[in-house]
Every structure is written in structure tokens, then in C-alpha cells.
């Protein structure tokens, strides 16, 4: 079982639309917990991190689900430009060393 | 204020040969990733150094990888007789608390 796991998608979906993307760890012990983002062919920067208690930023919110061992990241009222490819880290356990999922494309059709 | 640079930018070779890949990290960030991510696919970890520990080199295909780090500025990416599955694009990353920064990454293509 890979330590990080992402359904590849694609998922597309129209402008408007709500779409919700899982990714699935399986170290228990790991504490930290992000969601980036992958533009084509540029590299990989940080959407946001996932805290416990969940978070929001704008139309983009971050659950963590400790006792599932999942992350989740929702996006309302898409918009063309969040067509990227959104990548979940976990850290390995007590290091801050990351290991990232495959990632996950979304194309937001107009 | 800049970011973590990477050089090339695009290195193209010929099979059997060696190549080598830049990185300056950020200033003051300790800790610096090497991975390597194949066309459509997610990034694959190869070795992270942090301060003056030594490096976690799990994540290295095969003895043809190599990688420095002095101290906590410029990081080099060795491969040596390079095949043509090590195409990829080759990306670093540096971070001081959990945020990692990345690279514009070094596209390699081996003929």
C-alpha cells in the first residue's frame, strides 16, 4: 500500500461547481498535512495545510480525518483558473519530511 | 527575496553520459528535498538532506544517484550513465518549518 494515495482523477467539472478530492495515509503517526497545487508543467506550491480542526480559506476547505487517515479538500464555486493538478503531503511521522500523493486533476469547464 | 533556483533550467544528453543538476536552496532554510517527477505522474522523494545530518538517501533508484550538500546552501544531483528512463523532471525543495518551496525544476531528457 503506497503511504500516500489520491484518486488521479480527471475530474472535470463546470464553472460553479463543487468538487471535493480525498487522499487517503497510512502512518498514523504523521502530524502535518498540506494540499498543494501543480499548474502544467510549473512546479508544486502550497495551497494550504490541513489542521485538525479544519479550515477554510476562501472557497478552498481542508478536513482532517485522524481516525480514516484521510485529508480532504473541497473548492465551491469553481472557477476556471483552479484547473490544476492538487497534490496532498504528509509528513513521516516525526520528520518534516514530506511524501506526497500523485495527485489528483481537475479541469473546471466553462 | 528569491526562491529556490534550480540549474539547467533543460539539460538534454545522450545515454551513458553524466549529468548534474543545481540547487540553491533559500537562504536559512536548513532543510533541502531532491524528487523526481515523470511526465503525468506524482513526485517521487529521492534524498533530503537537513543541517549538517546525514542525509536520508532512501529515496535513490539505483547507485548511479548521487547527492551533495554543503552545509546548508548549494545541493548537487548527480546521475551517472544516465538512461533513458531517468527523463524526468527533477525538482528540489527547501523549507525552515513545514512549508516547502519549491524549484522551477531541471528537465532532463536522455536521448
Known amino acids: 500500500r503506497k503511504e500516500v494515495e489520491q484518486d488521479p482523477g480527471p475530474f472535470n467539472v463546470p464553472e460553479g461547481a463543487t468538487v471535493a478530492f480525498n487522499c487517503t495515509y497510512s502512518?498514523?503517526?504523521?502530524?502535518?498535512f498540506f494540499w498543494y497545487r501543480q499548474d502544467c508543467r510549473k512546479e508544486p506550491k502550497l495551497l494550504m495545510s490541513v489542521y485538525s480542526s479544519g479550515n477554510e480559506d476562501g472557497r478552498f476547505t481542508a478536513q482532517l480525518n485522524r481516525a480514516s487517515q484521510y485529508i480532504s479538500l473541497l473548492i465551491r464555486d469553481s472557477k476556471l483558473s483552479d484547473s490544476a493538478t492538487y497534490l496532498c503531503a504528509v509528513n513521516r511521522g516525526s520528520a518534516r519530511q514530506l511524501t506526497f500523493g500523485s495527485g489528483t486533476q481537475l479541469t473546471v469547464l466553462p | 527575496g528569491a526562491g529556490v533556483s534550480q540549474s539547467p533550467s533543460n539539460k538534454v544528453t545522450e545515454k551513458g553520459k553524466d549529468v548534474e543538476l543545481r540547487c540553491d536552496p533559500i537562504s536559512g532554510h536548513t532543510a533541502l528535498y531532491w524528487y523526481r517527477q515523470r511526465l503525468g505522474q506524482g513526485l517521487e522523494f529521492l534524498i533530503y538532506f537537513q543541517g549538517n545530518s546525514a542525509p536520508d538517501k532512501s529515496g535513490l533508484p539505483s547507485d548511479r544517484f548521487s547527492a551533495e550538500r554543503t552545509g546548508e546552501s548549494v545541493s548537487t544531483l548527480t546521475i551517472q550513465r544516465t538512461q533513458q528512463e531517468d527523463s524526468a523532471v527533477y525538482l528540489c525543495?527547501?523549507?525552515?518549518?513545514?512549508?516547502?518551496?519549491f524549484g522551477p525544476g531541471t528537465r532532463l531528457t536522455v536521448l
Open positions: 502512518n498514523s503517526a504523521s502530524q502535518s
Open positions: 525543495a527547501s523549507n525552515a518549518a513545514n512549508e516547502q518551496f
